[in-house]
């Protein structure tokens, strides 16, 4: 198993932390005046979901996350669990709604997403950086606004809520920067 030196920190590197593997969400390097550098890091639990915040002090070693990430494809919701198929093999995988988080909101059947698997089980999924959504509620739209000052909320297809300029109307397809929910550009 391989561990993880404070300096080889970086965002979402796979750690186990307290039996269960943790991705880092981010690092913040402390070089104080007197005393040792340390890292404040924070975690996301990949099992359980919750967000923790630890201190390493600098050059301590973690044990590596033996996870796997695979290429998966989006294949439907049966409303308990989300269906992936690893295109390669066709095995099928089921994740349970809770250990979806916020990906729901960006899966659209047939995508391709990563899927993090640890002793064979999926744990996360990620979905890519940016989708093609569906406005299926919104203001309706401006013509002329095309630089737009603030923009309006819009629903899309999957549920999730995206800010988008003002000139957006129902049924146009959207870009969405899944990293950030926000607007990327029309298709």
């Not at 007197?34 to 967000?51: E, H, R």
């Not at 729901?104 to 059947?109: A, D, N, P, R």
Request: charged fraction near 20%; proline fraction near 5%; hydrophobic fraction near 35%.
């Amino acid at each position: 198993m391989a561990n993880y030196s404070t300096s080889q920190f970086k965002n979402g590197l796979k750690l186990i932390l307290g039996g269960n593997p943790c991705s880092i969400v981010s690092n913040e390097i402390r070089k104080p005046g007197k005393g040792q550098a340390s890292n404040k890091v924070k975690l996301k639990d990949l099992i359980t979901g919750k967000t923790l915040e630890k201190t390493f002090k600098s050059g301590e070693s973690v044990e590596g996350a033996d996870v796997m990430e695979l290429d998966m494809q989006y294949l439907y919701n049966d409303g308990n669990e989300w269906n992936f198929m690893d295109p390669d093999s066709f095995e099928q995988y089921s994740i349970n709604d809770s250990s979806m988080d916020d990906a729901k909101g960006y899966l659209v059947e047939q995508d391709m997403c990563v899927v993090t698997l640890w002793n064979g089980n999926p744990i996360s999924v990620t979905p890519p950086n940016h989708v093609m959504l569906e406005v299926v509620d919104t203001d309706p739209g401006l013509k002329g606004d095309t630089a737009g000052t603030g923009g309006k909320p819009a629903t899309m297809n999957t549920g999730v809520v995206v800010q988008v300029p003002l000139f957006i109307s129902i049924g146009e397809m959207v870009k969405v920067d899944t990293r950030t929910n926000e607007y990327a550009g029309r298709t």
